[in-house]
């Protein structure tokens, strides 16, 4: 059964520090996982991307990481804001197939 | 360029009622989505239409939810008669061509539906 698991289920971080969220995932054949950030009372918006032979990629202060053998992937968030508050999902694509989502993991950022 | 349009934003109704919730996807977007997001989980497909054809309705509970999408433009999620558990964010999305993996899904801002 295709399958996306994120965690921490939440995090509490204090403003400037860096964190990292973790998805691990079961959906076959891979062919895309991508990122989205979830403010409250908003849809989600994609972060980023990452295809099957990509192992990096950043966004400003979002870097995720894919490694397809083990089926993980992980979001580093640098220098944490407040506006970074939000829950972050995990989703995954396979050829031919819907959009698995992962529950997501909910960060608070406190001043 | 605009977004994903959602409406209402949000509603209250007491169970056993009848709601509706309106979605207009951004121009030129074939595949237009509905989801169920229930607080602190992620969102839960329930129709997915190619342009005003229904591509998956298999999590749809069609005892009580239907959709429609008769020009291939707007779409209409009801619910009659709602349960309490039915109470989420009812999320729709869209994106160019659900044919094509990498295409990305847009959402819009969701309505919340509170079932009492």
């Known amino acids: 059964k295709n399958q996306v698991e994120q965690s921490p289920q939440s995090l509490i971080i204090l403003e400037g520090k860096n964190c990292t969220l973790q998805?691990?995932?079961?959906?076959?054949?891979?062919?895309?996982l991508r990122w989205y950030k979830q403010d409250t009372g908003r849809g989600p918006v994609s972060l980023t991307i990452?295809?099957?032979?990509?192992n990096t990629k950043s966004n400003g202060r979002y870097t995720a990481t894919l490694d397809a053998d083990t089926k993980q992937s992980s979001l580093h968030i640098t220098a944490s804001q407040l506006s970074d508050s939000a829950s972050y999902i995990c989703?995954?694509?396979?050829?031919?197939?819907?959009?698995?989502f992962g529950p997501g993991t909910r960060l608070s950022v406190l001043p | 360029e605009a977004g994903v349009a959602q409406s209402p934003r949000y509603k209250i109704i007491e169970k056993r009622q009848s709601v509706a919730f309106w979605c207009n996807p951004i121009?030129?977007?074939?595949?237009l989505y509905w989801y169920q997001q229930i607080l602190g989980q992620g969102p839960k497909l329930l129709i997915q239409?190619?342009?005003?054809?229904?591509?998956?309705d298999s999590q749809l509970p069609k005892d009580r939810f239907s959709a429609e999408r008769l020009k291939g433009v707007d779409s209409t999620l009801k619910i009659q008669p709602a349960k309490l558990e039915d109470s989420a964010v009812y999320l729709c999305?869209?994106?160019?061509?659900?044919?094509?993996?990498?295409?990305?899904?847009?959402f819009g801002p969701g309505t919340r539906l509170t079932v009492l």
């Open positions: 999305a869209s994106s160019l061509d659900q044919r094509d993996s990498y295409n990305e899904q847009f």
């Open positions: 998805c691990n995932y079961t959906v076959s054949p891979f062919s895309n």
């Open positions: 990452m295809t099957f032979s990509e």
């Open positions: 989703v995954v694509r396979g050829y031919g197939q819907n959009f698995v």
């Open positions: 121009s030129g977007h074939a595949t």
């Open positions: 239409f190619q342009n005003n054809g229904v591509v998956d």
